[in-house]
């Protein structure tokens, strides 16, 4: 069974960073794709970033794009989002989910499993 575990969310400053972390576990993820999703009170959950575990293929959104990172270690199957530069606006709750990889593209959407959330929240 999947499971993927996030951690590192917390209260920080606009302006500072944070790290993310989602480890995952119960299969082998070679040919998945790990993204981060978030949703913010009273918003739907957006499309964050995601990775191929294989090739290390990236897909930004565009409202993270400069700012945010994704990155893997496959040894440890932990998948890591580092944030810079956060604004208020990335206030939310961080899902880390994945999905098996179709025709080669990184999916924004249709993911099957699902982290159960950390809490980011930048102050102004």
């Known amino acids: 069974q999947v499971q993927l575990v996030e951690s590192g969310g917390g209260l920080v400053q606009a302006g500072g960073s944070l790290r993310l972390s989602c480890a995952a576990s119960g299969r082998t993820f070679s040919n998945y794709a790990m993204g981060w999703f978030r949703q913010a009170p009273g918003k739907e959950r957006e499309f964050v970033v995601a990775i191929t575990w294989g090739r290390g293929i990236t897909l930004y959104a565009d409202s993270v794009k400069g700012r945010f990172t994704i990155s893997r270690d496959n040894a440890k199957n932990t998948v890591f989002l580092q944030m810079n530069s956060l604004k208020p606006e990335d206030t939310a709750v961080y899902y880390c989910?994945?999905?098996?990889?179709?025709?080669?593209?990184?999916?924004?959407?249709?993911?099957?499993?699902w982290g159960q959330g950390t809490q980011v929240t930048v102050s102004s």
């Open positions: 989910a994945a999905t098996p990889i179709r025709f080669g593209v990184v999916p924004s959407t249709g993911y099957n499993y």
